[in-house]
């Protein structure tokens, strides 16, 4: 019990931890965008190592040259976003809510937050976790599996699916950490689980002849790692945690669900759109499926520190609100679409000129080969407007409009996906698909970059909310 915070000694190691030069939080001084480029950076190569680990797994059951395997995984990957949806939304409401307090300097009130958005959250994985697994059947066939190839993706998905929570558990873990300016320490417990991963993955797969089995337990294994290297270091060095009681949990309901509600919601958008887009391309043959689902693997490693703009922008923007400077806010916002384009850019450069190998580390041939080929050069450009609704939604999320991200979410993935994924693919079959998917990004990138000044003009008019 030496871990859970009492008295003044652990809320003054929190407080040394979170504090900055002269005992203010961390974000509210110096350069912007240098807190952008360290937070995005450390943020990415964290969250680069979770779904490094899922292209891992591609890159191994690949060399099985078995097509239908492959697609397996990529159908798998589709269900198991929306597991992942949920740990992303708690994690953002959390970070919301923990780096808020910060700004404020009120660390009993962070370690609060923390305490109560941790529980709620493993409360959730586990009841959606439970859910997912005893439809997956259906939720397979939905998604347009059949044959041989649904058979492997329920497989795999029914040894992953229940340690999914302890993937939220890490994510969750990670954002506390994040919002105590703490971004090495969030960045090492993914890279560690993806590291074991890396190790463990040939192991199963190929020297003990497990295959598709080796590399699902390869996963689970990684996320008990993440979990784990992701808490220790709060309990550590952070205060720890409350003891968790209902009354507190009910009492901080309605905050934590008031920013996550919305955060899950928007962050749903995501996977049901991929799920469209995976139905339309199955239509196409299990050769356009793999295309797609080795390049589902490979954006957002490409692409991490994109994705990786909602967790590492929103701490910033959250203390600088909670410390009343709503200028730095401003200034955070645009100095993020600025570092959105210098990476987005070079990533685009560098995929550009690898896609030969690339392609050739995959054995991709044929329609997979040129679904390969047109990621790695127009697709990977039109990334900017994802990462513009990236550093939309942390703004949102944190100025108290979460209503507004979940908007430009499911209008992205809604309106700004199937009328152009249908109208494209039905002259350019399945690149079209994949043009308008990415097509359809452009406009609500715009729409989304002008609701957050929008929503930034608000805040500065209102005090910052607990």
Not at 42 to 70: P, Q
Not at 284 to 305: D, K, Q, Y
Not at 417 to 426: E, H, I, R, S
Request: charged share 10%; aromatic share 8%; with cysteine.
């Amino acid at each position: 019990m030496e871990y859970f915070a009492k008295g003044k000694t652990l809320l003054g190691i929190a407080g040394e931890a979170m504090a900055g030069p002269g005992g203010q939080a961390k974000f509210v001084d110096g350069s912007l965008m240098r807190h952008i480029t360290v937070m995005s950076l450390t943020a990415s190569v964290g969250l680069m190592a979770i779904f490094a680990v899922d292209l891992v797994n591609m890159v191994f059951i690949s060399w099985l040259k078995d097509e239908e395997i492959t697609a397996a995984v990529g159908y798998a990957g589709a269900i198991l976003f929306f597991t992942t949806a949920f740990g992303i939304g708690i994690s953002i409401a959390v970070s919301a809510l923990v780096a808020r307090a910060v700004g404020m300097r009120d660390l009993a009130l962070a370690r609060q937050k923390a305490t109560n958005g941790l529980v709620l959250g493993t409360m959730i994985g586990v009841v959606f976790s439970a859910v997912v697994w005893l439809l997956l059947p259906q939720l397979v066939a939905l998604l347009g599996a059949t044959g041989r190839t649904a058979d492997w993706a329920v497989h795999f998905l029914a040894i992953v699916t229940p340690a999914q929570p302890l993937l939220m558990l890490g994510m969750i873990g990670s954002a506390i950490l994040r919002s105590h300016g703490d971004a090495r320490r969030a960045m090492m417990a993914t890279v560690l689980g993806a590291q074991v991963n890396a190790v463990i993955d040939p192991i199963l797969i190929f020297a003990l002849d497990l295959g598709l089995t080796g590399a699902a337990i390869a996963s689970v294994i990684s996320r008990v790692v993440i979990a784990v290297m992701a808490l220790l270091p709060i309990l550590r060095h952070h205060g720890g945690f409350d003891r968790p009681s209902w009354p507190g949990l009910r009492a901080d309901m309605g905050a934590v669900f008031g920013i996550a509600g919305p955060a899950i919601l928007a962050q749903l958008a995501t996977p049901l759109g991929q799920a469209i887009v995976t139905r339309m391309v199955a239509g196409f043959g299990e050769a356009a499926v793999a295309g797609m689902a080795i390049s589902g693997r490979l954006t957002p490693v490409a692409l991490g520190v994109i994705f990786a703009m909602s967790g590492a922008v929103g701490p910033i923007i959250g203390q600088n609100y909670g410390a009343g400077r709503m200028d730095r806010v401003r200034r955070a916002f645009l100095d993020a679409l600025v570092f959105v384009a210098i990476v987005v850019t070079l990533s685009a450069a560098i995929l550009y000129v690898l896609r030969a190998p690339i392609a050739d580390l995959f054995h991709a041939e044929g329609l997979t080969r040129d679904l390969l080929y047109l990621f790695c050069g127009p697709l990977c450009l039109l990334f900017f407007f994802n990462g513009a609704i990236f550093v939309a939604n942390a703004a949102c999320n944190n100025l108290g409009a979460p209503l507004i991200s979940t908007a430009i979410n499911w209008g992205r993935h809604t309106v700004g996906t199937v009328p152009f994924a249908l109208w494209m693919g039905g002259h350019w079959g399945a690149e079209g698909v994949l043009i308008g998917q990415a097509a359809g990004g452009v406009v609500f990138g715009v729409l989304g970059i002008w609701m957050g000044l929008r929503t930034i003009a608000q805040a500065a008019r209102q005090p910052a909310l607990k």
